[in-house]
């Protein structure tokens, strides 16, 4: 059973994110709303991961589930965006067991419950 939803404006190909515990929007249906997704990892027990902060400023005033891992990077290239990500991955994923937001940027990672 996946763990989390990958938005459909992050990348499909990354190898980080081929397992078990991922399932990319692209694999469910691509032009959902914001609103469907929301609806679907909350019932499905989803934490989504994503670049829009739509859902970063919608978790603020919910309760889990689902929660969000929103990642700030901004635009930069592939080979960055995977280096990058690949080397505070662990972290962010176990900031995200006990917050609601986990903010993710180049220079640092925060929660908030």
Do not use: C
């Not at 700030?72 to 962010?92: D, H, L, S, Y």
């Amino acid at each position: 059973m996946p763990k989390y939803l990958i938005d459909v404006n992050l990348p499909y190909r990354f190898s980080l994110w081929k397992s078990n515990d991922y399932i990319h929007q692209i694999d469910i249906n691509d032009e959902w709303t914001d609103e469907q997704i929301w609806d679907y990892a909350t019932e499905n027990n989803l934490t989504i991961i994503t670049k829009d902060s739509d859902f970063s400023n919608r978790i603020i005033f919910h309760i889990p589930p689902p929660k969000v891992i929103h990642i700030r990077f901004g635009n930069m290239k592939m080979r960055e965006f995977f280096t990058t990500t690949t080397a505070i991955w662990e972290g962010v994923l176990e900031l995200s067991e006990t917050h609601k937001l986990v903010n993710v940027f180049r220079d640092r990672i925060e929660g908030i419950e």
